[in-house]
C-alpha cells in the first residue's frame, strides 16, 4: 500500500510540474476523508492512439512525423524537469482536435515515472512490446530509456503492430536479442530515410540511439526533409539543437521559418 501510494504522489507532483502543452495537464491532488486518494487532472476529449491504430489500420508517415514530433517535445519536457515517463506506449497518447486541427498529442499516465536522479535498478515496471533491454534487465537507465520506447511507438504506428509480439517471455527475449522485422517489408510507401530514424531509436545499447528527445525530434525533421513530406503541424517550434543543425532544419523544413523552442524552466 506504501509503494502504491507513493507512486501516487509520483505522478501527482510530476505532471503537475510539467506544465507542457502535450502533456495531461494535473489541477490538484489530494487526500479524501475516507482515507482514498484523488487526482484531479484535465479532460481529454479524443482517441487514445492504439485505439486509432487498431481501427484505421498503419498510419501515413506524414501522420506519423506529426504525432512523433509532439510526444518528442513533450517526453523532452519531461526529461528536462528530471523525470522518465518509462511505459510510452500508444495506450498512453491521446489525439485530439484542439483549435481545428486532429492529432493534437496528449501523453498521459506517468504512473510509473521515476526520477533520473534515483534511476539506479528501478527499470523492472515495463510493458514488454515497447521495453528496452536496459529496462527489462533492471539496469541503470536515462532519458534513452523513453527513447527505445518512442521508436516502438513509431514502429506500431507505422505497421499497424509493435515491433515484437507473441508471448511475454518470447517477446522479452526479442526485445534483448533481436532486431525488428524492417517496416518497409511489412508496409509499402514507408520512406527509408524514416525507417533509419527508427532503426537507430530501436538499438539495443543506449548509447547507439539518439543522445536525447531534441536529437531524436531533429532526426525525425531530417527525415521528413529527405522524403519531401509535408505534414499539418510543420508550424512547430523546431528543436534546441546544435546552431548548425538548427540552421539547416530551419531552411529547409516546410512552411515559413519557424523559431527554436524556447527553454523551459522547470520547478
Known sequence: RRQALEQFRLEARTTAAMGHPNIVDIFDFTRLDDGRFMI???????????DEISQAGPMDPARVIAIGRQLCQALDAAHSAGVVHRDVKPDNVMLREFNGRTDNVKLVDFGIASVLDDSAGQGRACTPQYAPPEQILGEAFDCRLDVYALGCTLYHMLTGAAPHHGEVREVLRKQLQESPVAPSELVAGIPAALEQVLSRSLEKKPEDRFEDMRDFEAALCEAQIASGISTSWDDLGL?????????????????????????????
Open 40 to 50: 484531479v487532472m484535465e479532460y481529454v476529449e479524443g482517441q487514445c492512439l492504439v
Open 239 to 267: 528543436p534546441e539543437v546544435d546552431p548548425d543543425r538548427l540552421a539547416r532544419l530551419a531552411a529547409q523544413m516546410p512552411g515559413e521559418s519557424r523559431p527554436k523552442r524556447s527553454k523551459r524552466v522547470m520547478a
